[in-house]
């Protein structure tokens, strides 16, 4: 199990407690489907995802990334016990959503990127770090449950 | 080979014309010893790499991350070939310094946060996502030779 430091927390929940969920939810998902076009396949019932401006303005990226940031935000809650959090959702993303876990990865490097660009300096390397190994142990929580 | 449209040439071309390499550079190496700690590994006679502060103002790690992104710079100029670009420095890291090409990933992983916090809302997604092809591009081209 991933131990994380009182000062990582620290990083992580500051952080976290600027974050607008619903903005930077799009943005995440939104570039997910911009960089890994391959990812649009899980996302068939969207509509417009031709180019970067139909994902990025799309109704329903933007919904759907502030439900999963929504998620993630369970996972600062719990940073302690992060596969129990996340033990239903993996079942899910494997038994009904078919999603490689590999994509989790993915994700992750997409929520460092635009918590990046938007705290700027703020983002120093060692918030980057404790990020990293937030969005790490997330993307291995949710692949737990894998079979 | 990979092949680099006009549009994603562009998008990397003149964002590198903004970098401060030296500046960039040294961040760049600076976060990778940070948040991925094994890679001081390869730098044991860079003197101090005990904290993150330690890290980011040591003045070998800014003086071989400029040298790192110069060469980086290269790989802009020569986007069509980046094997070639690359034969010699691949055959170094692996005959000489021993690197595991998996840092090469990191390091390109590094460099996109350092420009997305650099550059912020200009680092758009489809910016983001040429500036990623072309970090994995280089990190296969420096791999290449390893045998």
């Not at chain 1, 998902?29 to 890994?36: E, Q």
């Amino acid at each position: 199990m991933v131990h994380f430091t009182a000062e990582e927390k620290v990083a992580v929940v500051s952080l976290w407690a600027k974050v607008n969920v619903e903005l930077v939810g799009g943005e995440v998902l939104g570039r997910l489907l911009v960089v890994y076009p391959w990812t649009q396949r899980f996302f068939d019932s969207f509509g417009n995802l031709s180019s970067e401006s139909a994902i990025m303005g799309n109704p329903k990226v933007k919904a759907h990334g502030k439900k999963v940031l929504s998620s993630f935000g369970n996972a600062v809650k719990h940073m302690d016990d992060l596969k129990d959090t996340f033990a239903e959702l993996s079942e899910l993303h494997c038994d009904k959503l078919h999603v490689d876990p590999e994509n989790f990865k993915l994700l992750g490097n997409m929520i460092s990127i635009v918590l990046a660009t938007h705290f700027s300096k703020e983002f120093t390397p060692h918030m980057q770090a404790a990020w990293q190994k937030l969005t790490t142990a997330v993307a291995n929580a949710l692949a737990h449950k894998y079979h | 080979m990979v092949h680099f449209s006009a549009e994603e040439k562009t998008a990397v071309t003149s964002l590198w014309g903004k970098v401060n390499v030296e500046e960039a550079g040294g961040e760049a190496l600076g976060r990778l010893l940070v948040v991925y700690p094994w890679t001081q590994r390869f730098f044991d006679n860079f003197g101090n790499l005990s904290s993150a502060s330690a890290i980011m103002g040591n003045p070998k790690v800014k003086a071989h991350g400029k040298k790192v992104l110069t060469s980086f710079g290269d790989a802009i100029k020569n986007m069509d070939n980046l094997k070639g670009a690359f034969a010699k420095l691949s055959e170094l890291h692996c005959d000489k310094l021993h690197v595991d090409p998996e840092n090469f990933r990191l390091l390109g992983n590094v460099l996109v946060i350092i420009l997305a916090s650099h550059f912020g809302k200009e680092f758009t997604p489809s910016v983001q996502a040429a500036w990623q092809k072309l970090v994995a591009g280089v990190a296969t081209a420096l791999a290449h030779k390893y045998h």
